[in-house]
């Protein structure tokens, strides 16, 4: 039972609120259904064919991608069982370990990386928009991606794009219900259809399954890994705030059971054609197209280009508000919450979507994975495994949910900061920063010891493990009748 008359106001608002009983109603399925819509996106094509266009075989990509998914299931299941027990979202569930004012700093890591994600989606679209007007007027240059700022032209589309999400956020979320429905009836189909055309285009699936691996010996394990690391960052951002969705559970079984069935299998076959696909574009093209946006634009029918840009425009929409702004648009709001609301929180999204230069991260497959997915996993794998660590190791999956939203309660600490949680946060995110500043070519990896600059390729894990490991350390030494 909670008392919600005793929350400080400072720390609650309805959004944060515990979930009642009688409201929590998702089931096994809808689970299921979240994880399909969700993993039929642009961005999880881009992912299998970001691997194809780095020298995997289809095989080789398939597997990386599903056990990726696989391991990162497990943290989403583990983080989703305190939202399912308590009915909490992940900012009061992060206040159990960070403290009622430092759980501001995961949510902020966690809502910056979805600012990028909402970047990326709204140049998706805005490419989109512009491969449109480029069927009509073929003489229109190829989007510059390799300079500081595309053309005119292709930003005035990405900026259309962006005004119309806004849009949507003044709305209200609700709005794009029938964009959901639409999306998840259509883009399986234009999947399908796409699937097809490869297949018919390269004489039958056998000459793109044929396709040979450009990564042999050392030379693929090298790239398989901080490949596996960047797949397991695709959904890090999910594996912390999933309590967000499983706060609606019915019980604990419906959101793991849902969960399972949904992510891993959805996120492999999906990629599958993302796969099938980019491996056909040598055959067709002679050279390895990754981005289905610029695949599209290369077919000759002006209505085909048109409808399938479409297609794109819309199911980018519709998951671009679904997926990234509704969570960092609450985080937000977590700041002060009688002063920013979801439409302001979305605003704000909106604003740092642009300020990270979403076109330079998937401007080649290389800054897609490595700069990327590698690089912001490294910020939320520390923030899993202190998480993980408190709720299962420390607290044995026992919390005082009034006090959550209390500022003079357990998880209060000191001054509203769990000065444990920082060291371990701090701690798991150090040994990351000299690969990724190798990567970005802030610094020469000459200046590095590579051992150093390595432990980048394994960026989530390490900062999962070592958070992890010095938060329990540094708990151990506190007593139990504090906690």
């Excluded at 005793?6 to 089931?27: C, F, I």
């Excluded at 197209?289 to 002006?302: H, T, Y």
């Excluded at 937000?332 to 919450?337: D, G, K, S, T, V």
């Excluded at 990351?432 to 070519?441: A, D, S």
Aim: some cysteine.
């Amino acid at each position: 039972m909670t008392n919600s008359s005793t929350y400080d106001n400072n720390l609650t608002n309805e959004d944060l609120a515990p979930v009642p009983l009688e409201k929590r109603t998702w089931g096994t399925w809808n689970y299921a259904a979240l994880w399909i819509s969700m993993s039929l996106c642009i961005p999880t094509y881009m992912l299998a064919s970001s691997l194809i266009g780095g020298g995997m075989n289809w095989w080789q990509a398939i597997l990386t991608i599903f056990l990726g998914n696989t391991i990162v299931l497990i943290p989403m299941i583990l983080n989703g069982h305190a939202g399912a027990k308590y009915g909490i979202p992940f900012p009061v569930f992060a206040r159990a370990s960070f403290g009622t004012i430092g759980a501001n700093i995961p949510a902020m890591l966690r809502a910056i990386v979805a600012c990028g994600w909402f970047g990326i989606q709204t140049w998706i679209g805005g490419d989109a928009l512009y491969h449109i007007l480029k069927a009509w007027n073929p003489s229109l240059a190829d989007v510059d991606t390799q300079s500081l700022f595309p053309q005119a032209l292709p930003m005035i589309c990405f900026f259309v794009f962006w005004l119309l999400n806004m849009y949507i956020v003044y709305l209200g979320v609700d709005s794009i219900r029938k964009l959901l429905v639409f999306k998840a009836i259509f883009l399986p189909l234009a999947a399908l259809a796409l699937l097809a055309w490869a297949i018919t285009a390269a004489k039958g699936l056998g000459p793109i399954l044929e396709q040979p691996s450009k990564l042999h010996g050392n030379e693929f394990w090298k790239y398989f890994f901080p490949a596996l690391t960047g797949m397991v960052g695709f959904w890090a951002t999910l594996s912390l705030n999933i309590p967000d969705f499983t706060r609606y559970a019915k019980s604990q079984k419906a959101q793991i059971s849902g969960q399972a069935i949904g992510l891993p299998p959805s996120m492999t076959l999906f990629a599958f054609i993302g796969v099938v696909v980019t491996s056909a574009t040598p055959i067709v093209y002679g050279s390895t197209i990754w981005d289905p946006v610029q695949l599209a634009g290369k077919f000759d029918n002006k209505l085909m280009v048109s409808f399938a840009m479409l297609a794109v425009i819309i199911s980018t929409l519709a998951t671009n508000i679904a997926a990234n702004i509704v969570s960092p648009a609450n985080d937000f709001a977590n700041l002060a919450p009688k002063k920013i609301n979801f439409k302001t929180g979305g605003y704000i999204t909106g604003i740092i979507g642009i300020l990270i230069f979403p076109w330079k991260l998937v401007a080649d497959p290389s800054g897609y994975i490595f700069t990327w997915l590698v690089g912001y996993s490294s910020l939320l794998g520390p923030v899993g495994g202190i998480l993980i660590t408190d709720y299962y190791f420390i607290r044995k999956q026992q919390l005082a949910v009034d006090e959550l939203y209390s500022s003079t309660g357990r998880y209060h600490f000191s001054n509203g900061f769990n000065t444990t949680a920082i060291i371990a946060l701090l701690a798991g995110i150090l040994p990351n920063i000299p690969g990724f500043l190798v990567t970005i070519k802030v610094i020469s990896a000459d200046t590095v010891p590579y051992w150093i600059s390595n432990l980048y390729n394994y960026a989530w894990f390490v900062g999962f493990l070592v958070s992890g490991f010095v938060y329990w350390l540094l708990m151990k030494k506190i007593k139990n009748s504090e906690l």
